[in-house]
Nanobody, 120 residues
């Protein structure tokens, strides 16, 4: 019973910025990693960025230098700061969390997704 609630999606002009947020709640023992994924129309979901509980980050090459992932472990909240947005960034963005609901059970959770549209 872990819920991920996303916010911050919307319409932005090329070159603009947008920040996505994901808040985790429910029966959480601990979250060891979180990440953002995106899905283009007609394609499979793909990795954007990940972050561990220790703060280590990983980005797909197409967003390096433009996007920044961060998290507040105390609040179980994750952010994706997106700068210099391009039309090709238009996609549904999903929040993901790898969590323990107790000392032994490791599960993967997903948010419902939020649409980011980059257009003039």
């Amino acid at each position: 019973q872990v819920q991920l609630v996303e916010s911050g999606g919307g319409l932005v002009q090329p070159g603009g910025s947008l920040t996505l947020s994901c808040a985790a709640s429910g029966n959480i023992y601990s979250i060891y990693a979180m990440g953002w994924y995106r899905q283009f129309p007609g394609k499979q979901r793909e990795l954007v960025a990940t972050i561990t509980s220790g703060g280590s980050t990983n980005y797909t090459n197409s967003v390096k230098g433009r996007f920044t992932i961060s998290r507040n472990n105390a609040r179980n909240t994750m952010y994706l700061q997106m700068n210099s947005l391009k039309p090709e960034d238009t996609a549904v963005y999903y929040c993901n969390a790898g969590a323990y609901i107790d000392s032994y059970s490791q599960l993967d959770f997903w948010g419902k997704g939020t649409l980011v549209t980059v257009s003039s």
